[in-house]
């Protein structure tokens, strides 16, 4: 397999004067699960896109499973695993007939098509109910069997564009499972969310701001890139707290609201200005590393 499923240089795309994602470049190893990170609007779906050969991009290119994105559209489509939020299942079809139209879809012979969907119908769960109509279905099935549609033909580039939103926390935990399972097969997978918890499952990760790539790598990686220490200040009144801190001159680098607690970022040995308050130091979260990336430069980032 190629050195990288996915290879993008300065990828953009424009609609009229808007840059709506603005020179991403990004490296996606074989074998892995990329999240894509950020807020709603930032450009990930139109990123996800242009590497399925759906929209062309204005400038920049990109490779997936070694094929150009623009010359070869056609041919990563067939190569590829696309889901969305709102993937096209036909609720008055059965899960076994949206699973038929599929296989359908991606020409597999007759052979090859009761085998996969016998093996999707087994990994989503849905054996025992493939009779019963699709929109009769939760959210959560509904998503595992999009997910077996998106899959049917084996594909070996999977791209997941905020494929958990609006499905309860079991599901998703138990969609994830479904991932890390074909991710030990050899699938790789891009995944685009602004949950952030999400993000712990990847190997990789790429955040998003008003189109632009503002940080990338490992989640550990981007952890440790947080200077300084971290505190959480736990209070009722968490805006009132940062009010009374800046009142009183105490220099801190960073600082937001999270819950009923006022997080701090300081410089080292700063941490003692702060005692009164009676602050814990915690390790950064990855929306901690987020917000710091994104507050760093927001002039340079608006489009």
Known sequence: MENHAVKTNKLSRKFGSVIAVNEISMRIKPGSIYGFLGPNGSGKSTTIRMLCGILASTSGSGEVLGLDINRDSEEIKSKIGYMSQKFGLYEDLTILENLQFYAGLYNLSRNDS?????????????????????????????????????????????????????????????????????????????????????????????????????????????????????????????????????????????????????????????????????PAVISPTLEDVFVHYAKLNPKELAV
């Open 114 to 278: 009761r085998q996969r969907i016998e093996a999707m119908l087994e990994m989503a769960g849905l054996t025992a109910r493939q009779r019963q109509l699709a929109g009769s279905l939760s959210g959560g099935w509904k998503q595992r069997l999009a997910l077996g549609c998106a899959i049917i033909h084996n594909p070996a580039m999977v791209f997941l564009d905020e494929p958990t939103g609006g499905v309860d926390p079991v599901s998703r935990r138990m969609f994830w499972d479904i991932i890390y399972q074909l991710t030990a097969a050899g699938t790789t997978f891009m995944v685009s969310t602004h949950f952030m918890d999400e993000a712990e499952h990847c190997d990789d990760l790429g955040f998003i701001y008003e189109g632009k790539m503002i940080a990338g790598g490992t989640p550990a990686q981007l952890k440790s890139t947080i200077p300084g220490k971290m505190l959480a200040i736990e209070t009722k009144t968490p805006m009132k707290l940062l009010a009374q801190i800046r009142e009183g001159q105490m220099s801190f680098n960073d600082a937001y609201v999270c819950g009923a607690s006022l997080r701090l970022l300081v410089d080292n040995g700063q941490e003692y200005k702060f005692e009164k308050f009676s």
